[in-house]
């Protein structure tokens, strides 16, 4: 670790969407400097009083640039190419460290770390294209619906294909692509999946946010409840074993981990997001602090403590589907005069169905008929 630690007056970022639109807005009103790098022309993160260094993630020049005008440097989203960190890490702090980032970058390497940690996860094999699936499948013994994975590049439900029943293996395995490494894994028939956003500065303090539930549809994240409606011994195990996963891959920033929660009770870990994650956008209005202010004084090297919250709340993506109706414009305005309903959007140039274009939180002693409701109007 570096000696600048504490003195932290400028941020470097890779990657200028949401979240470091998000992240710049805290860092700035801080009063810390913000550059970022992004490729893109106008990208969500331009839109604040953050600096934008147009250029690819593995440019040269801009890099070694960060690495000199910054004091420490964090990412947004997890395709940042490791070799573009490594270079750089050696002259200034990456929190989280590229180790953290090459785990999340490969399925098998999550699931093997997850176990390593003593921790459960669905059950899963690895599996490569010059394999023949049927017998890999026979020889798992794993039982159907299954999910192919690819083990990279895949986020909001994407490089995912399913496998109801063995009839459907060929027609499957001819739209895998080639050269491409896959984990297979059964289909979780769960109750709840939750969300847990935890912690760690360089002081060694640990903090957590309560366990978040989380709706998906299609294969993106649809709704975020807080607090999830599960048992409190399901959220206390769930901040446990995340507590104990993050000392042993040694964190220094923070990290969203998805889980199950099946049937029986049982807490399997889904994946990670060493960044700020889409679910935990509420708690911008439900905490004393946000997910994007507990990063921000993680790399400032600040001490963090718990974030506090007496209040219930929902969040709503706003996708590329909704602003394609003719009175998205109409809905929004209303939603944004309703007491306690915040709507934000990304500006984001290009509409594309699927495509995250903002979201609202509404902070509601009733979620189920803020649950009705916002489906109504946004749906």
Do not use: W
């Amino acid at each position: 670790m570096n000696n600048n630690t504490l003195n932290i007056n400028t941020v470097g970022i890779l990657g200028g969407g949401q979240l470091c639109q998000m992240l710049s807005e805290y860092l700035t009103s801080q009063n810390k400097k913000v550059y970022f790098i992004d490729p893109s022309k106008n990208p969500p993160a331009k839109f604040t009083n953050a600096i934008h260094i147009k250029k690819s993630y593995d440019d040269a020049e801009s890099l070694k640039f960060l690495s000199e005008k910054c004091d420490v440097i964090t990412y947004e989203f997890e395709n940042i190419p490791i070799k573009s960190l490594e270079k750089i890490e050696k002259k200034i702090n990456i929190f989280p460290s590229s180790y953290i980032l090459s785990i999340s970058q490969n399925r098998l390497n999550e699931k093997t770390n997850f176990i390593k940690s003593g921790i459960k996860t669905p059950k899963f094999i690895s599996f490569s294209k010059n394999e023949e699936l049927k017998e890999s499948i026979k020889q798992s013994k794993m039982n159907f619906p299954l999910i192919i994975k690819t083990n990279t590049m895949g986020y909001d439900g994407k490089g995912q294909f399913k496998l109801e029943n063995p009839n459907e293996i060929i027609k499957t395995f001819n739209y895998l692509p080639d050269n491409t490494k896959f984990i297979i894994e059964e289909k979780i028939n769960f109750k709840k999946e939750i969300s847990v956003i935890i912690g760690k500065d360089i002081h060694g303090n640990i903090a957590n946010f309560e366990p978040i539930e989380n709706i998906h549809k299609n294969g993106i994240l649809d709704i975020s409840i807080f607090p999830a409606r599960v048992s409190n011994d399901i959220k206390k195990n769930a901040i446990k074993l995340s507590t104990k996963f993050i000392e042993q891959i040694e964190l220094i920033g923070i990290i969203a981990i998805e889980m199950f929660v099946d049937k029986n009770e049982n807490i399997l870990f889904n994946e990670i997001a060493p960044r700020p994650h889409n679910s935990g956008h509420l708690t911008i209005e439900s905490h004393s602090l946000s997910q994007f202010g507990m990063l921000g004084k993680i790399i400032s090297g600040e001490k963090i403590n718990k974030p506090v919250s007496n209040k219930t709340a929902l969040m709503k993506n706003l996708l590329g589907d909704f602003f394609m109706k003719k009175n998205s414009n109409d809905i929004l305005n209303e939603i944004s005069s309703k007491q306690n309903h915040f709507v934000k959007l990304y500006n984001k140039e290009e509409i594309k169905l699927g495509r995250k274009m903002g979201h609202i939180t509404i902070l509601t002693d009733d979620i189920e008929t803020s649950l009705v409701n916002i489906n109504n109007l946004i749906n």
